[in-house]
């Protein structure tokens, strides 16, 4: 299994510019979670997801937009890049957060460091 | 909203001293507390805690849970090199299907 990928590992936008993150899990998890990671900052949460087809808003979902067409893929989208956006972007995925008997760790991906000029 | 605070933010060390991260939260519905440890890279899963009291362990680390005084201790003995790391804590709630992440603890150890 090669557990949480992400694509790709580096890049460098310039304002303005679109790009696109692909996160790919073979876990058959049913959740996935795009995390943005700025120093003194912790993980804040952009999106998530609960379900093939579904998405929701996490805690900094501006700027930001995802689709999840099918189960292992998650992808997080950039319109117009900003320099606010320049961070390291984690994927996670888990299978079950709402089930008691269900083991609720997430599980990372490598990381995205995007830097906008 | 909910509320994660760990201390200290930052620890310096010298290898083979104990020491003691703090996780306080304040969460609607608790369910458990996760640790995790991030290094370079992607922060890997070490601890899952649910019943207050019950220390979980594994090596030289351990983790205790306390639900009366909302907080959590992520213990560390004889420390190494290879525990310099940040140590994050997030507690997660029932019918959530997110945890909330504390900034993190930098703990770094001098050789």
């Known amino acids: 299994n090669a557990g949480v990928t992400q694509t790709p590992k580096f890049r460098v936008l310039k304002t303005g510019q679109s790009m696109t993150l692909l996160c790919a899990q073979d876990m058959n998890h049913e959740y996935m979670y795009w995390y943005r990671q700025d120093p003194g900052m912790g993980l804040r949460l952009i999106h998530y997801s609960v379900g093939e087809g579904t998405t929701a808003k996490g805690e900094v979902p501006d700027g930001y937009n995802v689709s999840r067409l099918k189960k292992q893929n998650f992808l997080l989208g950039l319109e117009s890049a900003a320099p606010s956006q320049t961070s390291v972007y984690f994927c996670?995925?888990?299978?079950?957060?709402?089930?008691?008997?269900?083991?609720?760790?997430?599980?990372f991906g490598p990381g995205t460091r995007l830097t906008v000029l | 909203e909910d509320k994660v605070v760990q201390s200290p933010l930052s620890l310096v060390v010298h290898e083979g001293d104990t020491v003691t991260l703090n996780c306080s939260y304040e969460v609607t519905n608790f369910r458990s507390l996760l640790w995790y440890k991030q290094e370079k890279k992607a922060p890997t899963f070490l601890f899952m805690l649910?019943?207050?009291?019950i220390e979980k362990k594994s090596g030289r680390l351990s983790s205790i849970l306390d639900k009366k005084e909302l907080f959590s201790i992520l213990n560390i003995t004889a420390t190494q090199t290879g525990d310099s790391a940040i140590y994050l804590c997030?507690?997660?709630?029932?019918?959530?299907?997110?945890?909330?992440f504390g900034t993190g603890t930098r703990l770094t150890i001098i050789p």
């Open positions: 649910t019943s207050s009291g």
């Open positions: 996670a995925s888990s299978i079950d957060l709402t089930s008691y008997l269900s083991y609720n760790e997430q599980f």
């Open positions: 997030a507690p997660s709630n029932f019918g959530n299907e997110k945890l909330t």
